[in-house]
Structure formats: structure tokens, C-alpha cells
């Protein structure tokens, strides 16, 4: 049987602050994968529109993570299926509505053990906590019943994820299966060589974060980041064997495909 061929392209670049969004087609079946900030909004439209895509269109949103520079835009899509890690999902929300306690310092140690183990740590957590309270809207996300957890739904035939959850706790990264590799990283691998130029939050496990980029790299193919331009890693392509086997420790394949 022959595999599904999907393409993709990027529809926002990733930068500093903003995360990557990238539009994934196989015929006329849409996918874009993280949605960006509300004040990009029009810009992901346009994209889309250039493409001869609107929003109803488009059938599926997949959100490696929930933070807010990637999932705030699912709004824009009432009528697609969100696909997402609950975990992540949960945590964050979680770890959001704390900033808004009065111990919030200390609640933020909580979700973010390792704050005090990075240079400035009290002046950048006021930025980002400053940053979050403007712009979180957990309504943004789009309606309960348009989520699909990625622990326990498959994505689209063709579309596998990785659990790479050193940034956050569930964080996915999306392999698209084809004749040459391509891997939407999300932020398990945020840029080429650069991530500390980023306007994020730090990892919440900066061990298994390194791991997961190690992971990413290794890979090979065409490989987007969070929040940078694509480029391509010569890195031999592993067999399904060898890259089952590449993974350690907490890293999983979650190999799921919809036959």
C-alpha cells in the first residue's frame, strides 16, 4: 500500500518570540501544526489564503506543547479536531493560572524546579510572568470537545509522535513519513545553534531536554525547530529499529498510525 505523501510548509517562521507554524497537506486534507499568538493571527490567515486555504478548511490543528506562543491561535479553526498531549495540556494551564497567586515565585517552583540553577533567574521569570498574564486565554485553545489527546488517539496516517518532554511534561514532536524524513520539532529543539536567544520559558528538565535535541538531531532529514528557519541535517536516517532503539532513559516512540 502506498503511504500517505504529505508536504509541508511553513506558514509563520519562527523567531525570538514567536513560535513556528507549519501547514501539513496530503490532497486536500490540512493540518497546521501550533497556531501562534493572537497578534498573529491575520498574518497565519494570509499564509493560508496565499495557499487557497481557509480556515474551515482546514481539518486538524496538532500542538506539540501549550504554551502560549504556540496554541493561542487554535481559535481561528472551530471546526477542526486538536490534536494534543493532555499532559501538556494540563500542566500548563496549571502552571499559568499559578502565576497569578500571590506566592507565585514559590508556586513557580513547582513546575520549574530549575529556576534558580540559570543566571538572572528572578529578573526573566517577572518578564515571563508579565508576558503570560497578557496574553494567556485558556478559551483561545478552542472548545473541549474539538481535543483528541495524543496518549491515546493516532494522529493521520503518515504522522508519528515522539514524546519529547524535556521542555515541558507530554511535549510531542511530529515525524513525517515519506521519502525523505521531516520532523516539526516544536520546542524539543527550538533552533539550529541558538536556543538561549529564545523568549521562553526555561526547560523544566534541562537534562531531558538536551537529550530530546540530541534525539531530534539524530534523526536526519528536514528538520523545522520552535523557533527558527528549517534547514536540512545530513545525519543518516535511522531504520525503525535503530531509531526505537536510539531512544533512552524516558524518551518513548509513540509510533501511533491510523490504519
Not at 66 to 88: E, R, T
Not at 99 to 115: F, G, H, I, S, V
Amino acid at each position: 500500500m502506498r503511504k500517505p505523501n504529505w508536504k509541508a510548509e511553513v506558514l509563520l517562521a519562527g523567531s525570538w518570540r514567536g513560535a513556528t507554524s507549519v501547514l501539513l497537506s496530503r490532497d486536500d486534507y490540512h493540518i497546521v501544526v501550533d497556531t501562534g499568538l493572537p497578534h498573529e493571527a491575520h498574518q497565519l490567515q494570509t499564509a493560508l489564503a496565499r495557499r487557497g486555504i481557509r480556515p474551515g478548511d482546514v481539518q486538524a490543528i496538532i500542538n506539540t506543547h501549550y504554551h502560549i506562543d504556540h496554541v493561542l491561535n487554535n481559535c481561528l479553526f472551530p471546526s477542526a479536531a486538536i490534536y494534543g498531549p493532555q499532559q501538556s495540556f494540563e500542566w500548563c494551564r496549571a502552571a499559568y493560572e499559578s502565576l497569578r497567586e500571590p506566592d507565585w515565585k514559590q508556586r513557580a517552583l513547582e513546575y520549574y524546579p530549575e529556576t534558580y540553577d540559570y543566571p538572572d533567574a528572578d529578573a526573566n521569570m517577572a518578564a515571563l510572568r508579565k508576558f503570560a498574564l497578557r496574553w494567556w486565554d485558556v478559551h483561545r485553545l478552542g472548545s473541549p470537545s474539538q481535543f483528541r489527546w495524543t496518549e491515546s488517539v493516532s494522529l493521520p496516517e503518515g504522522l508519528e509522535t515522539v514524546v519529547t518532554h524535556g521542555h515541558v511534561p507530554g511535549h510531542i514532536s511530529i515525524i513525517v513519513d515519506g521519502p525523505t524524513r521531516i520532523v516539526v520539532a516544536g520546542d524539543a529543539l527550538m533552533t539550529r545553534d541558538h536556543d538561549h536567544r529564545v523568549l521562553t520559558m526555561i526547560p523544566h528538565n534541562r537534562q531531558q531536554a538536551q537529550r530530546d535535541r540530541a534525539l531530534i538531531l539524530s534523526l536526519g532529514g528536514r528538520i523545522i525547530p520552535g523557533h527558527d528557519d528549517e534547514f536540512f541535517n545530513p545525519s543518516p536516517d535511522a531504520t525503525e529499529a535503530g531509531f526505537a532503539a536510539s531512544l533512552s532513559g524516558e524518551m518513548q516512540l509513540d509510533a501511533k498510525k491510523q490504519g
